[in-house]
């Protein structure tokens, strides 16, 4: 990323704001032990304190097991972020690297890659994650991690294709090419780093596109398992008392809401800030 | 534009044709089949199971049985659902129908409140309206499906009790009800539903079709129209809409599997006995050929619906369809 599309994000307030709110979130699921103020899975009394509204001692309410839903959002901010990060990690270097293979390679792997692409772009995501999950039973968060990102490549393979193949036809490839550069330094010297700024977006978008993933398996009861907190799951755990205890879904709601909105804003900002790059002469 | 529409129609069928494989190769690798609940852990003796297993074909190798459900499909057979006590096909032949009705109703209620969206905020550029609008667009983009519907539920159902939270009708007997009120009946059940993925459909039209709009806001024939002194309403309808609404129609394809993976969702909260809550069923059940008709079945859906929406882009927008976004 050149130093004025650098500059034209840092100045724009809504991108600002957005990396604000990921930073926040990541800081405070780095952070969650320290942060919440009750072990996210004792149940000291499940009679007495059970599902009692947002007061001082409980932020955010507690669950039906007595639980303090603050420290399970916090917790569950790391489970859920953490899931998150890790399939987009995942999915963006997986689509980054198929998609680079496919434009530089051409030829059969090109024809191949686009084939798949074209295939598995049509099926319903969620759908093929929801039967996955289901034929082989719950899985662990590092299970979900590989599921989640590795049904996420296709959008990033796309992109990164599309750009490399614009980049291949100019200037400075041949520049480097005449000058003796074999066919990989070309990629990873030359292409990767132009097109590090399409890449962040698409890890903008991959991230966006996660979160719910998760948060939906967990709800469905096919993702993070009790007593392991995840914001999915906390919705489960209100589902029955929707009439009774709002905060049990308000809160979870708006932690998903608040990341995926960060994560669209950013990347809409940072294709602004490119986009501008490319109009100036 | 023949070439094109039969490229789309070999490329559809090969969509569904892998997915077909890959999901039975998947079914294959899960453990369990339909009577492991049914039949073990009783005194139900190994024979009477090697029986019946034997009888539903289960006992067969992976690839016969394979060759066998793909030559029953290609006849138009979907196989028995054990888990149902009926064939695939009538299963499937209930469900569908009411998928169409809640993903179709939510399309056109959506795509009709994004446009008018987005008509708005052209109209608005850069005012407050505009910008407000847009705070609520990206937080309908943002919001899942599943997520909304449990607010809606809780609020519309639940508290105020305005809408039904669960079922497709709360009339028991149907055949005794005239067909108004079975109508309104069925109507005022879609509500919820319906609105919440219309509500996500209309957030992502509305955002693509803002900045498509924006995008030939400037171009001459805009200028043009205005100089001749048209209505601002008549110079985004009639002039700057039909230039930007192909690639809005062309992404609402691609958008159409997350659409329909959202509405397994939907149905699961909402208790509507579509594809999707069939599906959800099945999968517990470990009903194998139901898992594969459905997953199926919602394939196709989403490869046709795209396939169709290409093409009506290409017609509404010949040249700017094919424009990558």
Redesign the interface.
């Known amino acids: 990323m050149t130093p004025h599309a650098w500059r034209r994000l840092m100045d724009d307030r809504p991108a600002v704001l957005a990396a604000a709110v990921l930073t926040t979130a990541a800081v405070v699921s780095l952070l969650a032990p320290w942060l919440a103020p009750y072990d996210p899975t004792v149940q000291p009394d499940p009679v007495a304190l059970r599902l009692i509204g947002p007061s001082v001692q409980h932020p955010f309410g507690t669950d039906p097991f007595s639980r303090d839903v603050f420290s399970r959002v916090l917790y569950g901010a790391r489970v859920s972020l953490g899931v998150a990060f890790g399939a987009m990690l995942l999915s963006v270097s997986l689509g980054a690297a198929l998609g680079a293979l496919a434009a530089v390679l051409g030829g059969w792997v090109d024809l191949a890659i686009s ?1 798949l692409v ?2 598995l ?8 994650v ?3 999950v ?4 719950t899985l662990s968060p590092w299970w979900l991690v590989a599921l989640i990102g590795g049904s996420g490549w296709l959008t990033t393979a796309r992109i990164v294709r ?1 750009e490399f193949r614009d980049h291949l036809n100019r200037d400075y490839v041949l520049a480097a090419r005449a000058l003796g550069a074999t066919r990989w330094r070309i990629v990873w010297q030359h292409l990767l780093p132009a097109v590090a700024p399409q890449i962040a977006v698409a890890a903008a978008l991959a991230l ?1 596109a996660v979160i ?1 993933l998760e ?2 398996l967990s ?2 009861g096919l993702g993070i398992q009790p007593p392991l907190p995840s914001w999915g799951n906390i ?1 489960l755990d ?2 029955d008392y ?2 009774s205890a ?1 905060w049990l ?2 809160f979870p ?1 708006g932690a ?3 990341t ?2 960060a994560a ?2 950013l990347a809409d900002r940072l294709r602004v800030a490119i986009a501008g790059e490319e109009r100036a002469p | 534009m023949t070439h094109r529409i039969v490229t789309r129609l070999l490329q559809a069928a090969a969509v569904c044709a892998v997915v077909a494989g890959a999901v039975f190769v998947l079914l294959q690798c899960a453990p369990g089949d339909p009577f492991a609940t049914a039949l073990e852990g009783g005194d139900i003796p190994a024979t009477v199971r090697a029986e019946w297993r034997a009888r539903y074909g289960i006992d067969r190798p992976p690839a016969e049985r394979f060759v066998r459900w793909a030559g029953a499909l290609a006849r138009g057979k979907l196989g028995y659902s054990a888990s149902r006590h009926q064939t695939v096909a009538a299963v499937v032949s209930d469900a569908v129908p009411r998928t169409l009705l809640l993903v179709g109703t939510a399309l056109i209620l959506g795509f009709a409140l994004g446009m008018g969206i987005a008509l708005l905020q052209t109209k608005h550029h850069r005012r407050r309206i505009d910008r407000a609008l847009g705070v609520l667009t990206l937080g309908g983009v943002a919001m899942p499906e599943f997520l909304l519907a449990l607010l809606a539920m809780t609020w519309l159902g639940a508290r105020w009790r305005l809408f039904p939270v669960a079922g497709i009708g709360s009339l028991g007997d149907v055949q005794a009800f005239p067909w108004w009120e079975r109508a309104a009946d069925g109507l005022w059940h879609l509500t919820l539903p319906a609105s919440v993925l219309a509500v996500t459909v209309a957030a992502r039209v509305a955002r693509h079709q803002r900045a498509a709009l924006l995008g030939v806001m400037h171009e001459d024939y805009i200028r043009t129209a205005r100089a001749k002194g048209l209505a601002e309403w008549a110079v985004l309808w009639r002039h700057a809409l039909p230039n930007a609404i192909g690639p809005v129609i062309a992404l609402l394809g691609l958008a159409l599997p997350s659409l329909i993976g959202g509405a397994v969702l939907i149905e699961r909260i909402f208790g509507w006995p579509g594809m999707g809550l069939t599906l959800f069923d099945a999968l517990l059940a470990r009903d194998y050929p139901l898992v594969l008709a459905a997953v199926l079945l919602a394939t196709v859906l989403a490869v046709v619906a795209r396939t169709l929406t290409d093409f009506i882009a290409e017609l509404v927008a010949p040249r700017r369809a094919r424009e990558p976004l």
């Not at chain 1, 772009?121 to 759908?127: H, T």
Request: without cysteine; charged residues 5%; glycine residues 8%.
């Open positions: 084939a074209d295939i772009i049509a099926m319903p995501r969620l759908l093929v929801i039967a996955l289901a034929t082989f039973g599309g966006a719910p948060a939906a709800f469905v919705l209100g589902t929707l009439t709002w879904v308000v709601v998903v809401t608040m995926v909105s669209l804003v």
